[in-house]
Nanobody, 116 residues
Framework: QVQLVESGGGLVQPGESLRLSCAASGSIFFIYSMGWYRQRPGTQRELVASITNTETKDYTDSVKGRFTISRDNAKNVVYLQMDNLKPEDTAVYYC??????????WGQGTQVTVSS
């Protein structure tokens, strides 16, 4: 069982930055693939960025060049650095972990609001 706790959300103006963190419980974090999803009001949850246990990264087109996903296996944390934020980035952001057996775990979410 893995527990995920997100933090770092908030209210920022367009063009500003935020860094989200997702802290994971357990001693085998390093073998999990991790991802950040977001859900805007009235829409389905979408994948924003992912990072495998071998550090392969992937991003949805709308955030390429602005968002960076990274992980620190020593601290059991995955980050999402979000730069040049836009109003359309406003959403609840969720952390997801996938085990090698394809067990899926979700965090509780953190709100990001981009508004002037």
């Amino acid at each position: 069982q893995v527990q995920l706790v997100e933090s770092g959300g908030g209210l920022v103006q367009p063009g500003e930055s935020l860094r989200l963190s997702c802290a994971a419980s357990g001693s085998i974090f390093f073998i999990y693939s991790m991802g950040w999803y977001r859900q805007r009001p009235g829409t389905q949850r979408e994948l924003v960025a992912s990072i495998t246990n071998t550090e392969t990264k992937d991003y949805t087109d709308s955030v390429k060049g602005r968002f960076t996903i990274s992980r620190d296996n020593a601290k059991n944390v995955v980050y999402l650095q979000m730069d040049n934020l836009k109003p359309e980035d406003t959403a609840v952001y969720y952390c997801r972990a996938i085990s090698p057996r394809s067990d899926i775990y979700w965090g509780q979410g953190t709100q990001v609001t981009v508004s002037s």
